[in-house]
């Protein structure tokens, strides 16, 4: 399995017959390396319905004919703009030919904004787990520190998480830092920071801060495997 991570919250993962992109925001994104032309996945996987989330899903998912997993609400708007969706929920699991998905809690907001700058609820926020080639990734989505990321820890052992550290609007560096305590997963890799001013952070902080866990800080477009 090869995971590659291409600035804010995009993921991609590829396995040995499937591509999987997570939350691909490309247009508007200073910190991708992306460019939404060449971009051919299997499946995208998204975590709720912020803009910087969806991103590009609905042209990309139209050029190629990807499968779109989310949050069910955001699952059926973007049905009704023309793509294959499966709407799933938090605490659902479902087994598919490219892999396991599963929806965890996530504390955040939900919605897209439209050109018409009207918002369109998509459901609870979520974060992701992955599992395929026996390694489990957990995608945090957007979300605060919370106590239940112990137990995401215990019920799947994890191989790699990815936490947003930007504060603001999702945790900062110290409570990333304890949610890698919670959930002990093998490595760690920091996202959702530097794209914008609210959110800037220095990614070395929150390596420091964290003990006893390896943390990989990635540039866009940095490939490991995993």
Do not use: W
């Amino acid at each position: 399995m090869k995971i590659s991570y291409h600035g804010h919250s995009v993921v991609k993962i590829q396995t040995d017959n499937h591509t999987i992109l997570i939350d691909p925001f490309i247009t508007g994104n200073p910190l991708t390396d992306l460019v939404v032309e060449n971009e051919k996945p299997d499946v995208i996987l998204l975590t709720h319905g912020h803009n910087d989330h969806v991103g590009d899903t609905v042209e990309i998912a139209k050029s190629c004919n990807a499968l779109v997993v989310a949050p069910n609400e955001l699952a059926v708007y973007l049905g009704l703009q023309g793509l294959n969706t499966h709407g799933m929920n938090i605490g659902g699991a479902k087994e598919f030919d490219f892999g396991t998905v599963k929806f965890t809690k996530a504390f955040h907001s939900s919605s897209y904004q439209t050109e018409e700058n009207e918002f369109i609820y998509t459901g609870m926020p979520s974060g992701i787990l992955f599992t395929a080639e026996g390694k489990t990734i957990y995608h945090a989505g957007d979300t605060s520190l919370f106590g239940d990321m112990e137990l995401i820890g215990k019920r799947h052992p994890l191989d790699v998480a990815f936490l947003p550290i930007g504060d603001n609007f999702t945790m900062g560096p110290e409570d990333a830092a304890y949610a890698v305590e919670l959930l002990n997963p093998k490595l760690t890799i920091p996202v959702h920071y530097n794209t914008f001013p609210p959110i800037e952070q220095d990614p070395l902080k929150f390596k420091e801060l964290v003990k006893n866990h390896e943390v990989k800080i990635m540039e866009a477009g940095e490939v490991f495997e995993c």
